[in-house]
């Protein structure tokens, strides 16, 4: 690649400062600016919804890196500046400022935004979502006052909200359209698991309805009328209904898009100068299952690794297999690979302590690990996926199977 130019990467969320970082650690010596919206350094989200919202940590704990990584590595971090346009014919990107970034490489990190809430009312006072450090921070500072709590999605994000409002002494009420918590993130048993769970610790929770209109009074929301026709008091509601990734400068450049920018194994658009990836990148599947689009640190991460080396000449197509993790109180979910399509599922562990994975089968084969409170055998799980295994419905039912012992066997073969 020429050097002349450098890469310009539009996003500086974690795939952006990932790759900025993977970069330089691969030798890339040109030119590499960094463009992000926010004014302040960039930062962790997953704390926002957690450690941040409770108080356990500060804004500076969640700074991805500090001023003096961009400076030591000659970064140049372009903060508070937003992507209008990209000319793709003489290979510039132009600002909200007016000022023109030429680039030999582009890559777009641009990441995801909350699906907007179109209902009345949406635009009332103490209505509210969970996307930024700021609104972390409004959030946690509502919370000491607030009283009678919504969460409209019981996704991860919403759950963990209503975590941290049992944690301030609310009982929330959560509602969604699904017929379970955590939509078709999980499956069944881990779904209900966490549901009653949550409800034993305060939150109700209206599945199978959405919200219809937010009600106010002198331009503050009351409540909440469900589309089944109940109304809930509130005085803060917290949306957390999805997000819808961020494709407008790609698709205005004249790029394909697919429930994302649309890339190929090796995260690279039809534009052999531009490349896509993190939240907002959709990829092929592994074991050629279509599209997806993935949204986690691991897949930000992964996938900034694997465009370093391909720009830096070492390319390998992206094959990191997925995992995930929502901590919600002391509830620590975490998820080795992808749940979708399965059709039989296996308990392995102590359900009512808590302490319990779920092994997810698609026919014979294992696509997923759901380990709740048990982290060593995420880790097992996670090492059997990327491996490859034959592990079976039946191994996992019999009696005394460990994956632990399983994933130790597979190493030692």
Known sequence: MNAGRGVVVVGAG????????????AGLAGPLTLVGEETELPYHRPPLSKEYLAGKVSRDDVVLRGESFYEDRDIDLLAGRCA?????????????????????????????????????????????????????QELRERLAS?????????????????????????????????DQVMGRAVSGPTASFFEDRHGMRGSRFLM????????????RVVGVRTTDGVTVPADLVVTGIGVLPNTELASTAGLATDNGIAVDEYLATADPYVSAIGDCAS?????????????SVQNASDQARCLAARLTGAAHPYEAPP??????????????????????TVVCGERQAGKFSVFCFRGSTLVAVESVNRPADHMAARRLLADGLDLTPDEVAASGFSLRDRAARKAVA
């Not at 009283?147 to 994000?157: N, P, W």
């Not at 109180?329 to 975490?334: F, I, N, T």
Request: charged residues 20%.
């Open 14 to 25: 974690q795939a952006g400062v990932q790759l900025a970082a993977a970069l330089r650690e």
């Open 84 to 136: 209008r346009a990209v000319d793709r014919s003489r290979r510039t990107v132009t600002l909200d400022d007016g000022s023109v970034l030429p680039y030999d490489h582009l890559v777009l990190a641009t990441g995801t935004r909350p699906r907007p809430l179109r209902i009345p009312g949406n635009d009332l006072d103490g209505v509210l979502n969970l996307r930024t450090r700021a609104d972390a």
């Open 146 to 178: 607030a009283r009678r709590v919504v969460v409209i999605g019981a996704g991860f994000i919403g759950l963990e909200f209503a975590a941290a409002c049992q944690a301030a002494g609310l009982c929330p009420v959560v509602l969604d359209i699904a």
């Open 208 to 219: 199978g309805c959405g919200p219809a209109e937010l009600l106010g009074g002198n331009g």
């Open 283 to 295: 990829f092929p599947a592994p074991h050629g299952s279509g599209r997806i689009r993935l949204e």
């Open 323 to 344: 995992w995930f993790w929502s901590y919600q109180g002391d509830l620590r979910l975490q998820i080795a690979g992808l749940s979708s399509g399965h059709d039989r």
